[in-house]
């Protein structure tokens, strides 16, 4: 596993990007390649264009240089013949030279030519037009016979133009070779300069894809270091979970063999059933801290901060510390640096969790001495500080280093001698910080360690800081929830298809009054809540037939309006919250004790009301047994009058707590000397002084009196006969 895998990215996302990017490098580097061969391409083919157009301009003024010359030809011709049919022949082959010249100078015209070229093609066209007409005529003269020298002078200025245009059309042949070489120079340029920057962009590109690769190659080399680093932590952790498993389980099944033996009785069968109670605990933590630490890797685990009473909660988890503190002849003390916010806000469940952490490994490292818990505030900052403190082992630096990494204990000694998952700090840390907080440490080896849990507290208001201890009141523990829940009653459906689980369920509500109906399918759970009456229905979540999510489903849209509690194995939070979302009232996680099963029902359950009905006198069942029971009925009976006595008084001045503890006296003796009436409605009674129902207990406390009443007429029945006896 990898220990900051909350620091690292996905090992598959990472390689899935490099490969996206080193795809899209590679298409980059083939997509400069087409480029430059494109642009290659194109370069090579505007030289032949600008070759090809150059090549077409030179041919057309070649032509017409060439028809210039042939016309001078004709003309010196026709002046030198005296045959009129030479002079006419001669005469067409002029006018056909002056065709071709024109198609040449139209098709040269209609070629792409820069500014100079355009002004010396027009100036070719006025002297064409000037002096070609001049000379026509003089051809046409000369060819009708009329000597030269009446067309001397036209003549001579049509010799001089054609010499003209001679020259212009040599300067425009040589100003196109020029100009063309010029555009061939600068798209050479043009290209050369393409070419540098195509050359530096595929050089920048592969010496990317070399730094790309090179990085590529180090990740994996890392990323196979970091395996190899969580294949070694996978298999100390599997070794370490091995031994934390096997460890309670073979305790478990050990004395679970014992106890089937009848060999095994009294003391030894009530320390065999604590060993498996303590292992079974200590297992269920094992699993609660490898579940925590998947989320938390996950990224699921989630706080729900609420308000609490620090003070509280902190005494409630030193009270049992103590406790274990006390087995090992160590001193626990619970020291408050006031003052104290009476009220924060965080996560009690969590909060618990990381107290307990810490304070079990302060007991359980530390062999005498003392473990002290400090408790201060700083209100100001918003911020609480519970200080850990133990005279134990110690640590020294390079064992702190590693103290809060995932799966490692100290060293492997620490491992053998006390064993642990080497979870709990890691997870306690990452909870402190979720909460806004941290843990820090101190330690001394052989003097002790510090552990130092800073939390958020929220906003503190003044008025609630506490300058000491708040004093109890008597009296609340009256409206306290009640352990003895035998004065439950109603119906419950139980829903499971574990034959084990449905048995310990069907016997946790036999310490109830309720009535129990049981089955082992979702369906039948449908069919059999819409037919019966009942109070409340357990509902598995993982059923044959149908399963408990669809079965309450069923339920809710038939109409069926009584509590329904999941009862699962899956104990996450978004479990939780998807059985209330579609229609739970409750939810109650896997595996569970029987007080916190019972306290979870309890609200579900009306209370079961004892039938004392009746005028007769009221004779004990005991009395007519051994006469051992008879001084202990006869004591009974006569301090009736003075607990009734009792009993109106606090009722009249609704003394609660009194009439609590008149009727638990009542509740233990009744059933002892063969009332079980007695001890039957005192439990009811009790139930409902402990669940602040003072006016119904106010009712049943005047069936009691007449209980009393029906006992007292029978006195005289059960004293004969127990002196009979």
């Known amino acids: 596993m990898d220990n900051d895998n909350n620091n690292q990215s996905d090992p598959g996302k990472v390689a899935r990007a490099l490969g996206i990017g080193f795809g899209i490098l590679l298409f980059i580097i083939i997509a400069v390649l087409v480029l430059s061969l494109m642009l290659h391409r194109a370069h090579i083919s ?3 264009q600008i070759a090809h157009v150059n090549y077409e301009k030179v041919a057309h003024v070649e032509t017409m240089r060439e028809g210039i010359r042939q016309r001078w030809n004709s003309v010196r011709r026709i002046i030198d013949t005296d045959d009129p049919f030479l002079r006419d022949a001669e005469m067409l082959n002029y006018f056909d030279q002056a065709r071709i010249y024109r198609e040449a100078r139209e098709q040269l015209q209609v070629l792409p030519m820069d500014a100079a070229e355009a002004a010396l093609h027009e100036r070719l066209n006025r002297m064409a037009t000037e002096y070609q007409a001049r000379l026509d005529l003089v051809v046409i003269r000369l060819a009708e016979g009329l000597p030269l020298g009446q067309m001397r002078e036209a003549y001579e200025l049509g010799i001089e133009g054609q010499d003209r245009i001679l020259q212009e059309l040599n300067t425009l042949s040589e100003m ?9 120079e600068q798209l050479q340029r043009q290209y050369q300069q393409q070419f540098v920057i195509m050359s530096l962009l595929g050089l920048l590109l592969v010496m990317l894809a070399v730094g790309i690769a090179r990085y590529v ?25 091995s031994h934390e498993i096997r460890t309670p389980l073979t305790a478990i099944t050990g004395f679970a063999d014992l106890l089937l033996d009848p060999r095994t009785k009294g003391r030894q069968r009530e320390e065999a059933i604590r060993t498996i109670l303590r292992n079974g605990t200590h297992l269920q933590q094992v699993v609660n801290e490898i579940l925590d630490f998947s989320k938390l890797e996950a990224n699921k685990l989630l706080v729900e901060p609420m308000e609490i009473r620090p003070l509280e909660l902190i005494e409630e988890v030193a009270s049992v510390l103590r406790m274990q503190a006390r087995e090992k002849g160590l001193a626990l003390e619970l020291e ?19 107290l307990f952490n810490l304070g079990n490994n302060a007991v359980k490292f530390t062999e005498q001495g003392v473990i002290r818990i400090v408790v201060s505030a700083d209100p100001a900052q918003q911020r609480m500080r519970i200080d850990v403190m133990d005279t134990g082992i110690g640590l020294n630096p390079e064992q702190l280093a590693r103290l809060f990494n995932p799966f490692t204990q100290a060293d492997a000694s620490i491992t053998r001698r006390f064993g642990g998952t080497g979870l709990g700090l890691y997870l306690s840390r990452e909870l402190a910080r979720m909460l806004g907080g941290d843990i820090q440490v101190e330690s001394v080896p052989r003097h002790g360690s510090r552990f130092t849990l800073h939390l958020d507290t929220g906003p503190i208001a003044p008025e609630t800081m506490l300058n000491d201890l708040p004093s109890l ?13 035998s004065a439950l009653g109603g119906r419950v459906l ?9 048995l310990l369920f069907t016997t946790y509500l036999k310490k109830t009054a309720a009535q129990v109906h049981s ?9 059999e809540a819409l037919a019966g009456d009942f109070d409340l229905v357990l509902m598995d979540m993982q059923m044959p037939v149908m399963g408990g999510m669809e079965a309450v489903e069923r339920l809710r849209e038939a109409g069926f309006e009584k509590p329904i509690v999941m009862l699962t194995a899956n104990a996450f939070r978004e479990d939780r919250e998807r059985c209330l979302k579609i229609g739970c009232t409750g939810f109650i996680p896997k595996p569970v004790r029987l007080s916190a099963f019972l306290e979870a029902i309890a609200p579900y359950l009306p209370l079961h009301e004892p039938d004392v009905s009746g005028d007769e006198p009221l004779v004990s069942e005991l009395a007519a047994e051994d006469e051992l029971f008879h001084p202990a009925i006869e004591c009974f009976i006569h301090g009736l009058p003075q607990i009734r006595e009792s009993l109106r008084r606090a009722m009249d001045s609704r003394a609660w707590h009194e009439v609590a503890e008149l009727i638990h006296r009542l509740k233990g003796a009744g059933g002892g ?35 009393i009443d029906r006992i007292l007429a029978g006195a005289h029945l059960s004293l004969s006969s127990a002196r009979a006896g």
């Open 336 to 354: 408050h640096r006031f003052p104290l916010p009476a009220v924060i806000r965080t996560d009690p469940v969590r909060l618990k969790q990381i």
């Open 473 to 485: 009141d008597p009296t609340a523990h009256t409206t306290m929830p009640s352990t003895d829940f």
């Open 519 to 527: 089955v082992d399918n979702g369906k039948a759970a449908v069919e």
């Open 673 to 707: 000397v063969g009332y079980p009436q007695v001890t039957e409605l005192a439990q009811h009674i009790e139930a409902l002084l402990r669940a602040g129902h003072h006016d119904r207990a106010h009712d049943q406390l005047t069936q009691m009196d007449r209980l």
């Open 46 to 48: 505007t030289i032949s």
């Open 176 to 184: 196109q070779r020029t100009a063309a070489g010029r555009a061939a």
């Open 217 to 241: 190659s180090g990740y994996v080399t890392r990323q196979n270091a970091r395996l190899n680093d969580a294949m070694a932590v996978k298999s100390r952790f599997l070794a370490t979970m």
């Open 494 to 502: 139980l829903a499971e298809d574990a034959p084990d689980s449905r």
